[in-house]
């Protein structure tokens, strides 16, 4: 029985990057011998065991042979028998199987210290082929490294390619999707995770509302970039650089998917956008199964987005009720996010990237009056009740309006 530390362990060790979880492979061991030396077993579709101390997973070195189309349809052979090797040889990319003896050794039969130190994402064997999720995980990669200088292989592109053309990504579901989407957005540069899928042809079958953006034009006085999809990828890039959590990245990235649907003949404004868009977001979060609170903030940004980047020539009742409309009385949270989500919208544009955006203040500083306003004390003013949210409304709007002549002033 030997044991090894393999896949991102080691390296991250080797990028001199944090190293948050550890992985091991055990060579010549049965299901038994783990058990019997306290090891508890876990999962049901191979055989991986966690330690009786560090907790950690020590999985016995197996094979895989594709069986069925999709990402299911495996038999695994986990004997004794089975190499280190041979157990490298089915993992995705070079740089990710690699593995270290207990002697600190580096052990690496597939050139992954060599794609490590050329920064090139290759996949091990043609085996890659034949698991649709690797194309997402590779796109996830590159949304993680390509800040350190990465790219994805011309010929592991080009099987990528080969794979959506095979209609591999077809079998693909929604969790797993949004399993790597979710992770991809929190990456150093989520924008690259969209790119690399639209590259190998994935994304219009994957992910086929952000597809659509491409090709779409905008008012260039505006928008120097011009096309849709160019601007969403800035847009993220500005979520990344702002170090915006998970949800306001995904409302980032749904904000204008009105504008694929624009027709053509209006080009390249985008008349009515926003109401389209939140219909889009809302049935995309659905289909990938998106927490509440992420698509909650998608459908909010994309309908209302462009309120708060006029928030200085709206009246004072639509101000109002916008920041109504994000529940910020009890969600004080979402208001934050979603000011961001705008800011990053506002800077995601050719030229604009360091531009001030006064509308994100001026936004919260209504919010606040609006707070302000004791709803309490009008209720206990107020004999019918029927006519109290009106009141209440009334009363906020006059909060506003003052503010509003302040800030003009």
């Known amino acids: 029985m030997q044991t090894y530390l393999v896949g991102g362990a080691v390296r991250d060790a080797l990028l001199n990057r944090p190293v948050t979880d550890r992985d091991w492979v055990v060579v010549g061991a049965t299901p038994h011998v783990l058990e019997?030396?306290?090891?508890r077993q876990v999962g049901s579709d191979f055989p991986v065991f966690l330690h009786p101390d560090s907790g950690e997973e020590y999985a016995l070195a197996r094979t895989e042979r594709k069986t069925s189309a999709g990402y299911?349809?495996?038999?695994?052979?986990?004997?004794?028998?089975?190499t280190l090797e041979e157990d490298l040889q089915r993992r995705d990319l070079t740089i990710n199987a690699m593995a270290q003896d207990e002697q600190g050794r580096l052990i690496d039969p597939w050139g992954g210290y060599s794609d490590l130190t050329d920064k090139l994402l290759r996949h091990v064997s043609p085996a890659f082929a034949e698991d649709p999720v690797r194309i997402l995980r590779t796109a996830r990669f590159a949304?993680?490294?390509?800040?350190?200088?990465?790219?994805?292989?011309?010929?592991?592109?080009?099987?990528?390619?080969?794979?959506?053309?095979?209609?591999?990504?077809?079998?693909l579901v929604a969790e797993r999707v949004w399993q790597e989407l979710s992770r991809a957005l929190v990456e150093p540069a989520p924008q690259m995770f969209f790119a690399t899928l639209r590259n190998c042809g994935a994304l219009s079958v994957i992910l086929p509302e952000i597809d659509a953006l491409w090709g779409v034009p905008q008012p260039e006085q505006h928008h120097p970039e011009i096309d849709c999809?160019?601007?969403?990828?800035?847009?993220?890039?500005?979520?990344?650089?702002?170090?915006?959590?998970?949800?306001?990245?995904?409302?980032?990235?749904?904000?204008?998917?009105?504008?694929?649907?624009?027709?053509?003949?209006?080009?390249?404004k985008h008349h009515g956008h926003e109401d389209r868009g939140a219909v889009i977001a809302q049935s995309f979060s659905e289909r990938l199964r998106a927490p509440a609170d992420w698509r909650q903030l998608a459908v909010l940004t994309a309908k209302y987005?462009?309120?708060?980047h006029r928030a200085g020539?709206?009246?004072?009742?639509?101000?109002?009720d916008t920041l109504m409309a994000t529940d910020f009385l009890r969600r004080p949270k979402r208001l934050q996010q979603f000011l961001m989500a705008?800011?990053?919208?506002?800077?995601?544009?050719?030229?604009?990237?360091?531009?001030?955006?006064?509308?994100a203040a001026l936004m919260q500083n209504a919010a606040n009056v609006v707070a302000e306003v004791d709803?309490?004390?009008?209720?206990?003013?107020?004999?019918d009740k029927s006519t109290l949210p009106e009141i209440i409304r009334t009363a906020r709007i006059k909060a506003v309006k003052q503010l509003l002549t302040v800030s003009k002033n």
């Open 36 to 39: 019997s030396a306290g090891y």
């Open 72 to 82: 299911h349809g495996f038999s695994v052979d986990a004997g004794t028998h089975v």
């Open 143 to 171: 949304a993680r490294y390509a800040p350190l200088g990465f790219r994805v292989a011309d010929e592991t592109n080009n099987l990528m390619r080969q794979m959506v053309n095979d209609g591999e990504a077809d079998a």
């Open 229 to 268: 999809g160019a601007h969403v990828l800035k847009c993220l890039e500005q979520a990344a650089t702002a170090q915006a959590d998970g949800p306001t990245r995904f409302a980032v990235l749904c904000h204008d998917l009105g504008k694929a649907t624009t027709p053509k003949d209006i080009w390249p």
């Open 305 to 308: 987005h462009t309120h708060c």
């Open 313 to 320: 020539e709206l009246r004072a009742a639509t101000l109002v």
């Open 342 to 359: 705008c800011e990053c919208d506002a800077r995601g544009r050719l030229g604009f990237e360091h531009a001030s955006y006064p509308q």
């Open 375 to 383: 709803a309490g004390k009008l209720a206990k003013a107020t004999l």
